[in-house]
């Protein structure tokens, strides 16, 4: 394959990228967008618990949250895997590109290449490598959805108990710590798999540095 045709077929697989990536993304934040009107809809309701809505039936309000949860788990990771894809053709674009190189750049501490495609956004939107203030941010925002979820399920078995036989609220409290169990180890093993992908991202990258950017 030429040259020029190599730098079109990685043009196009970016672009399909990038668009599955944005995707992605807005998908995760519908989702959230929907379990926290779920919530607030629910609260408000609140009243209704043990008269038009009987206990056992308020006991099963939080299993929507908890499936949007674990969705939203595989979706979100799914889009910081293709985070580590964009990257990595974004590198081998701008090798390929008449951008100036890092050595040319006015200020060599702070290299051209941070602030091209995606890596300036990676460094205040991907917790691995934003600054701490963006870490934290992005830490209350997730913590805060999935608390939110975690709060919310509490409030029901706390309210309903008492109203149904034990068997209910123990029937509950098991299925509810076994979906947080399950959403909790989708997060680790993903975030296991992205730190493994990260690595051999950074490993390709280092073994692959053009003459301008060595």
Same mark, same amino acid.
């Given at each position: 394959?030429?040259?020029?045709? +190599?730098?079109?077929? =990685?043009? &196009? #697989?970016?672009?399909?990228?990038?668009?599955? %990536?944005?995707? *992605?993304?807005?998908?995760?934040?519908v989702m959230m967008g929907i379990a926290a009107a779920y919530v607030i809809s629910?609260?408000?309701?609140?009243?209704?618990?043990?008269?038009?809505?009987?206990?056992?039936?308020?006991?099963?309000?939080?299993?929507?949250?908890?499936?949007?949860? +674990?969705?939203?788990? =595989?979706? &979100? #990771?799914?889009?910081?895997?293709?985070?580590? %894809?964009?990257? *990595?053709?974004?590198?081998?674009?701008?090798?390929?590109?008449?951008?100036?190189?890092?050595?040319?750049?006015?200020?060599?501490?702070?290299?051209?290449?941070?602030?091209?495609?995606?890596?300036?956004?990676?460094?205040?939107?991907?917790?691995?490598?934003?600054?701490?203030?963006?870490?934290?941010?992005?830490?209350?925002?997730?913590?805060?959805?999935?608390?939110?979820?975690?709060?919310y399920t509490v409030s029901v078995i706390v309210a309903a108990w008492g109203h149904?036989?034990?068997?209910?609220?123990?029937?509950?409290?098991?299925?509810?710590s076994l979906a947080l169990a399950i959403v909790a180890t989708s997060w680790l093993?993903?975030?296991?798999?992205?730190?493994?992908?990260?690595?051999?991202?950074?490993?390709?990258?280092?073994?692959?540095?053009?003459?301008?950017?060595?």
């Amino acid at each position: 394959m030429s040259e020029e045709n +190599a730098v079109s077929a =990685l043009g &196009a #697989l970016y672009q399909g990228e990038k668009t599955d %990536s944005i995707g *992605i993304f807005n998908v995760a934040m519908v989702m959230m967008g929907i379990a926290a009107a779920y919530v607030i809809s629910a609260v408000t309701v609140s009243d209704l618990y043990g008269t038009a809505l009987d206990w056992k039936v308020v006991l099963l309000l939080p299993v929507p949250l908890w499936l949007i949860a +674990a969705y939203h788990s =595989l979706v &979100a #990771l799914g889009g910081m895997s293709h985070g580590i %894809s964009l990257s *990595i053709l974004e590198y081998s674009l701008y090798l390929q590109s008449k951008l100036p190189s890092d050595g040319e750049f006015v200020e060599p501490e702070e290299p051209l290449r941070k602030y091209v495609g995606s890596r300036l956004g990676d460094r205040i939107m991907d917790i691995g490598q934003a600054t701490w203030p963006h870490r934290i941010a992005s830490v209350f925002v997730y913590a805060g959805f999935y608390l939110g979820i975690v709060g919310y399920t509490v409030s029901v078995i706390v309210a309903a108990w008492g109203h149904v036989s034990g068997g209910w609220s123990a029937g509950a409290i098991i299925v509810y710590s076994l979906a947080l169990a399950i959403v909790a180890t989708s997060w680790l093993q993903g975030f296991r798999l992205l730190n493994k992908g990260n690595r051999a991202r950074d490993t390709w990258i280092a073994n692959n540095k053009g003459p301008d950017l060595a």
